[in-house]
C-alpha cells in the first residue's frame, strides 16, 4: 500500500472555485498543499444580494478548516513559483511536484475581498449595506451579469429606489442571442430600472467602490445618484504567474496558455480560472468545464504518464448564463434562453449556497 510519504506532491495556489475543488479533489490522490492568502472562501454570486440582506453574509464566507480530510490548507501570500516550489512572502517554501495556480481576479468593492482580510470585507460589504438602505437614487455603471443582477436585486427588495443601469453596448448581453437581453431589460423596466444603453460613463470618480456622485454620459447627459457602483470587471491576479518563465499575457490581462492550461517552459505548472487566457470567459462557469479536465489530467499525471497523451483543454463554444433578477425572477440562456422558473431554481433562490456550505463540509 502506498503511504503519503511517496505520494506526489500538489501546491496548489488560490483557494476559490479553480483551488478549493481541484485539491479536494486530488486530496485522495496526491500530497495536497492549498495555499490561500486569506482565512476564509468568499462565494461571489451571493455578495450582491448581501448588501440586500446582511445576514447572508454568514452564510457565504466559508473557513477553509475542513475542506481537505489528508492534505493541508496553508495561510499565506505566494510571491514566486519555479518548477519545482512555491514560495510564500514570509520565505516559507513548498516543495512540488505539480503546481496549480488560481490567483482569480480582483473585484471593485464590495463584491469580492479586497486583499487579505475577510473582516474587512465584511465591513466594506456592511458600509455599502449601510448606505445603500439611505440612498434614494442609484446607478450602476457597467451591465454585465453583475451590474444586472444588482439593478434586479435591489429593485426587487427596495422598489421605491430611483436606479439606472448604464451599458456602453446597445444591448444587454449582447453576446448571446438578442432573447435574452431583450426580455432582462423587459423585466428590469418593469420593476422600474431605466436602461441606459450604448453611452459610455466619462468621468468615473472612482473604478475601486462605490461613490456618492454624478456620471456623465458620452452624450453628456448627467446622472446624479445618491449612490454610483462601478461594476466594469474583474482584474486577474497574473503577478505571480509572471514570475514563472517564458509567461505571456493577452490584451484582457490573463495569461496564455499551452492546449495543456500550462502558461510557461514548466511542464509541470498549470493555470485555471479567471488568470488563464483558454478561450473560456471569467466565470464559475467556465471553471465548471475546466476543473473536470484539469483533475482528469493532475489524475493521469500523477501515475507518472505524459500529459500530452491527453485530450488538450476545450472551451466551452458559448457558456450557459443564469441571470436572476432577484429571488423569484430573471432569465438565462441554457443553450436556449429561458425564464423565471427555470432562472429561480437553478441559481436565484439559492445563489448556489447549500452546494458551496456542503463542499466546505458545513451544514445548512
Ligand atoms: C459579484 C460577482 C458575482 C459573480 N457571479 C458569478 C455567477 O453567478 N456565475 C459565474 O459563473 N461567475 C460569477 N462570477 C465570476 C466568478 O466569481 C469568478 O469567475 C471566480 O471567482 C473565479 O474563480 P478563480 O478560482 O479563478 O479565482 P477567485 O475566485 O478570484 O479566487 C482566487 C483566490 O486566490 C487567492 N489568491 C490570489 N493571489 C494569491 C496569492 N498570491 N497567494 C495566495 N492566495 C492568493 C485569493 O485570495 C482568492 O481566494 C462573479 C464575480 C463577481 C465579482
Not at 503511504?3 to 481541484?22: A, C, L, Q
Not at 451591465?143 to 421605491?160: C, D, F, H, K, S
Amino acid at each position: 500500500m502506498r503511504t503519503r510519504i511517496d505520494m506526489k506532491k500538489v501546491v496548489i495556489v488560490g483557494g476559490g472555485y479553480v483551488g478549493f475543488e481541484v485539491a479536494q479533489e486530488l486530496d485522495a490522490y496526491a500530497d495536497v498543499t492549498l495555499i490561500e492568502q486569506r482565512e476564509a472562501f468568499v462565494q461571489p454570486p451571493a455578495t450582491i444580494r448581501a448588501l440586500l440582506d446582511p445576514a447572508l453574509l454568514d452564510q457565504i464566507i466559508l473557513p477553509y478548516d475542513h475542506l481537505l480530510k489528508n492534505g493541508r490548507v496553508v495561510r499565506g501570500r505566494a510571491v514566486s513559483v519555479s518548477q519545482s516550489e512555491v514560495r510564500l512572502q514570509d520565505g516559507t517554501a513548498h516543495p512540488a511536484d505539480f503546481i496549480i495556480l488560481a490567483t482569480g481576479s480582483s473585484y471593485a468593492a464590495p463584491f469580492k475581498p479586497a486583499a487579505d482580510s475577510i473582516a474587512a470585507f465584511r465591513k466594506a460589504s456592511s458600509d455599502v449595506s449601510a448606505q445603500l438602505a439611505m440612498a434614494k437614487s442609484v446607478a450602476i455603471v457597467g451591465a454585465g451579469a453583475v451590474g444586472t443582477e444588482l439593478a434586479g436585486e435591489i429593485a426587487v427588495a427596495q422598489p421605491e429606489k430611483d436606479i439606472t443601469l448604464i451599458s456602453s453596448d446597445t444591448a444587454l448581453f449582447p453576446m448571446y442571442p438578442a432573447k435574452l437581453g431583450a426580455e432582462l431589460k423587459r423585466k428590469l423596466e418593469r420593476l422600474g430600472v431605466s436602461v441606459v444603453l450604448g453611452q459610455r460613463a466619462q468621468d468615473l470618480q472612482r473604478m475601486d467602490m462605490p461613490y456618492a456622485g454624478s456620471v456623465t454620459l458620452t452624450d453628456g447627459q448627467v446622472v446624479a445618484a445618491d449612490l454610483v457602483f462601478p461594476v466594469i470587471g474583474s482584474k486577474p491576479n497574473t503577478s505571480l504567474v509572471q514570475t514563472l518563465p517564458g509567461v505571456k499575457s493577452t490584451p484582457s490581462g490573463r495569461v496564455k496558455t499551452d492546449k495543456w492550461m500550462r502558461p510557461s517552459t514548466c511542464p509541470n505548472v498549470f493555470i485555471a480560472g479567471d488568470i488563464a487566457d483558454v478561450g473560456d470567459g471569467m466565470t464559475i462557469v467556465a471553471i465548471s468545464r475546466q476543473n473536470p479536465w484539469l483533475i482528469k489530467t493532475l489524475k493521469h499525471a500523477l501515475k507518472g504518464k505524459p500529459v500530452e497523451d491527453l485530450k488538450p483543454y476545450s472551451p466551452w463554444k458559448k457558456a450557459p448564463i443564469l441571470v436572476p433578477l432577484g429571488p423569484s425572477i430573471g432569465n438565462s440562456w441554457l443553450f436556449v434562453t429561458v425564464g423565471d422558473w427555470i432562472t429561480r431554481k437553478m441559481k436565484g433562490k439559492e445563489l448556489f449556497i447549500p452546494k458551496y456550505r456542503k463542499a466546505f463540509g458545513l451544514t445548512r
